[in-house]
């Protein structure tokens, strides 16, 4: 009878340790990670591989293998803007050449046609930039919309019920407003601020540069307006939620422990090992979380800034041989290139922010 009982307590010791395993795999199956796939392109799961929810792949590994296939598919974005750098140069160095030879072309004429060729070759980049950058503000939007509730969950189950809460209010409140802002506001302006740019080079006028200016101000001053308040939110967060997740976690061990004779230790330790599941679970979505926003933001950031840099290569060299107008039209479309590139930054940056706040939630 005493080797049943003692054969029977062996089995039950081997088998804790798979029950502790299976823990983790059936709060992952409660939080419903798995459904994280749903808000990625085709495009960003064929980037992110076998990378899963849970798994423990390693982040610094996985981010250079996305930096490794963007650069190794850039070459159509840098043939693009290589070709829109040279067609802009000789547009600049045509009208000054016209000019030079006074072939009784009055300068005006020479300045609007140079002035509308800027325009043309700029606006084509410049709307294929925004179109890439709307397509990856609905795309981050549609996966964070799916990542932020779980990791949210995740981070509550871990015991910081306060800062998850908190958090996800905050990002997902942030988020929906800098897209919101960038798709109404933001963009409209930056046509705006192209049309009088080229009002102004045409009209070879400096009365509308006081429009044009006022705009370029807004934009930049709209998107740190909104990326600061976001971050002061976040510290002040993290701040104030932390300790009285710590707090709080302390004071149900210690009840739990207390209020249950000869057991509530061992309930205790129990559940403690769900909080340690459930943070474990936190930090492996929220590596997804940061992988699946790189794979969504890093190429189109990158195919802008490669159009942002061969503009502002073309405005440098152009502007020695251009006219003064012509000139200034190059380096204000270059700074509209350059808001579009913010814009894109920005939103990339919130949402892996709001993940790495996920992640660094712990608990005393």
């Known amino acids: 009878m005493k080797k049943l009982i ?49 798994s423990s792949a390693g982040f610094g590994e996985q981010l250079w293998k996305l930096v490794s296939d963007v650069l190794s598919g850039s070459s159509d974005a840098i043939r693009t803007a290589v070709k829109s750098a040279c067609m802009l ?55 964070t919309s799916l990542l932020l509730p779980v990791l949210s969950s995740a981070a509550a189950a871990s015991g ?17 407003v800098l897209v919101s802002v960038i798709r109404s506001l933001l963009i409209p302006l930056v046509y705006a601020f192209a049309a009088l740019s080229l009002a102004e080079s045409a009209m070879a006028d400096a009365r509308l540069s006081g429009i044009r200016k006022l705009l370029g101000w807004g934009i930049q001053n709209v998107l740190k307006t909104v990326m600061y308040v976001f971050t002061g939110y976040l510290a002040l967060t993290g701040i104030l939620s932390g300790s009285a997740d710590a707090v709080t976690v302390k004071a149900a061990r210690a009840a739990v422990s207390g209020a249950l004779p000869v057991v509530g230790g061992i309930a205790s330790d129990a559940a403690e090992s769900v909080l340690a599941g459930a943070a474990a679970i936190k930090n492996s979505v929220g590596v997804f ?29 152009g502007g020695t041989a251009a006219s003064a107008p012509h000139a200034q039209l190059l380096e204000q479309m270059t700074a509209a290139m350059g808001y579009m590139l913010a814009m894109t930054g920005s939103c990339v940056l919130m949402a892996l922010v709001s993940c790495c706040c996920f992640v660094r939630t712990v608990t005393g």
């Open 6 to 54: 003692l054969l029977a307590l062996l089995v039950l010791a081997l088998a804790a340790p798979c029950s502790a395993a299976d823990v983790s795999g059936r709060e992952a199956e409660i939080l419903n990670t798995d459904s994280l796939y749903g808000g990625l392109s085709q495009s960003a799961r064929e980037s992110l591989g076998e990378v899963t929810p849970t």
């Open 89 to 143: 140069l000789a547009a600049v160095i045509l009208c000054s050449f016209v000019t030079s030879l006074e072939t009784g072309l009055s300068s005006r004429a020479v300045i609007l046609a140079g002035s509308l060729a800027i325009t043309a070759i700029c606006t084509s980049d410049l709307s294929g930039m925004i179109s890439a950058a709307g397509q990856t503000l609905d795309e981050i939007s549609n996966f």
């Open 160 to 176: 910081a019920i306060t800062s998850a809460s908190a958090l996800y209010v905050g990002s997902s409140l942030f988020l929906s």
């Open 289 to 317: 979380g940061m992988l699946g926003v790189l794979a969504i933001g890093l190429a189109p950031f990158f195919r802008i800034a490669v159009g942002y840099l061969s503009l502002k290569i073309a405005a440098a060299v």
